[in-house]
Every structure is written in structure tokens, then in C-alpha cells.
């Protein structure tokens, strides 16, 4: 079983809808847990995180961790053409330890 | 921006020859990672420096070597490229998490795409 497991898609959406992305993870370790965003030919980038379990809401992106089923979410409302990107979760221990990635889910949100 | 180049961006070369990829960064980071990433599995790490002339391997090592003879410069190294080293590489450092001041996590450099003919 790979540490953490994400469905690759593709996943396409009409504009305006809300997009769920999740993952699972199996290291009860994870502290830290990370969503990048990576448009076409581009690095990731840092675009929401969570310390432990909970919700944090940015604008119109919401990430959930629920640490008793190691369960990840993002969120997005009112998905925009702009949203289409890969979305790639990424949960790590504490200090300066590596990222452990997920394969990545494509989105595309048609207008 | 996390002040972070890669060198070459693109490169093709020939099975068996020895390539060198070059990640620079101007903001005096401790932690570097170098990071493959391929259709299928992702983002996964080949080696990380916490500090000049202090490496580690990661999950995918095999085949790579790194230096780290300054702060900012981190090499990769495929002593003798193969085919199932095609890929596009990203080089890393690992920094305070936005202005949360909870933890660290990485910023990415641009890449390297990188075809092993």
C-alpha cells in the first residue's frame, strides 16, 4: 500500500460547480498536510495547507483533514475555467522532513 | 517566488552519458530536494541536502548521485543516463509555511524536462 493514494482522474466539471478532491493516507506520523496546485509545464505550487485535523477555508478553497479515518480534502466553490490545473496532495512529518506526494488528480472546469 | 532556477530546463541526451542538472537558489535555504515526476506516480524524491556536503537518499536514489559543495547549488547527477530516467525533474527548499510560522514545507523550482534517447 502506497502512503498516500489518490485518484488520478481526470475529472472534468462545468464552471460554477463545487469540485471535491481527496485522498488517503496510511502514516499516522503526518502532521502537516499540503495541497499544491500545478498548472501545465509548471512547478507545484503551495496552495492550501493543514496542521493536524480540521478545516481551513481560503476564498473559495476549503481543506479538511480528518486524522482518526486519514482522510484528505479540498474543496472548491464556484470552480472557475482558471482552476483547471493538477491538484496534488502532499502530507509530512514535522520539520524539514520531505513531502510524501500523491499522484495527483487533473481537473478541468469548462466555462 | 522562492528565488529557486534550474539548469538546463530542457535537455536530451543518449543512453549511456552522464548528465548533470543544476538547481540554484539565492535566499541561503538549509534543506534541497530533487524530486522525478512521471505520468502514473507522481512526485517522488530522489535525494535531499541539510547542508553543504550533507545528503541523503530518498525513495528513488538508484542511479542518481548529488553534491552539494555551496548553500545554493544542489547537482544531480545520472552517472550514466537511461531511458527509464526520461523525466522532469524538480529541485526543491524547504521553507516556513507562508507566514503561519507552524512549520516548513517546499517550494519548487520550474523544472527539468529531461529525454534519455
Known amino acids: 500500500q502506497k502512503e498516500v493514494e489518490q485518484d488520478p482522474g481526470p475529472l472534468s466539471v462545468p464552471e460554477g460547480a463545487i469540485v471535491s478532491l481527496n485522498c488517503t493516507y496510511s502514516n499516522s506520523a503526518f502532521q502537516y498536510f499540503m495541497w499544491y496546485r500545478q498548472y501545465s509545464r509548471k512547478g507545484p505550487e503551495l496552495l492550501m495547507y493543514t496542521y493536524s485535523s480540521g478545516n481551513k477555508e481560503d476564498g473559495r478553497f476549503t481543506a479538511q483533514v480528518d486524522k482518526s479515518s486519514k482522510y484528505i480534502s479540498l474543496f472548491i466553490r464556484d470552480s472557475q475555467p482558471s482552476d483547471s490545473a493538477t491538484y496534488l496532495c502532499?502530507?509530512?512529518?514535522?520539520?524539514?522532513?520531505?513531502?510524501?506526494f500523491g499522484k495527483g488528480t487533473r481537473l478541468s472546469v469548462i466555462a | 517566488d522562492a528565488g529557486i532556477t534550474q539548469s538546463p530546463r530542457h535537455k536530451v541526451t543518449e543512453t549511456g552519458t552522464p548528465v548533470t542538472l543544476r538547481c540554484h537558489q539565492t535566499e541561503n535555504h538549509r534543506y534541497m530536494y530533487w524530486y522525478r515526476q512521471d505520468p502514473g506516480h507522481g512526485l517522488r524524491l530522489i535525494h535531499y541536502?541539510?547542508?553543504?556536503?550533507?545528503?541523503d537518499k530518498g525513495e528513488v536514489s538508484d542511479g542518481y548521485s548529488v553534491s552539494r559543495s555551496k548553500t545554493e547549488d544542489f547537482l544531480l547527477t545520472l552517472e550514466s543516463a537511461t531511458s527509464s530516467q526520461t523525466s522532469v525533474y524538480f529541485c526543491?527548499?524547504?521553507?516556513?509555511?507562508?507566514?503561519?510560522?507552524?512549520?516548513?514545507?517546499?517550494?519548487f523550482g520550474p523544472g527539468t524536462r529531461l529525454l534519455v534517447l
Open positions: 502532499a502530507p509530512k512529518k514535522g520539520g524539514n522532513t520531505p513531502l510524501v
Open positions: 526543491a527548499i524547504s521553507a516556513g509555511i507562508g507566514t503561519s510560522g507552524i512549520g516548513e514545507t517546499q517550494y
Open positions: 541536502s541539510y547542508g553543504v556536503k550533507d545528503t
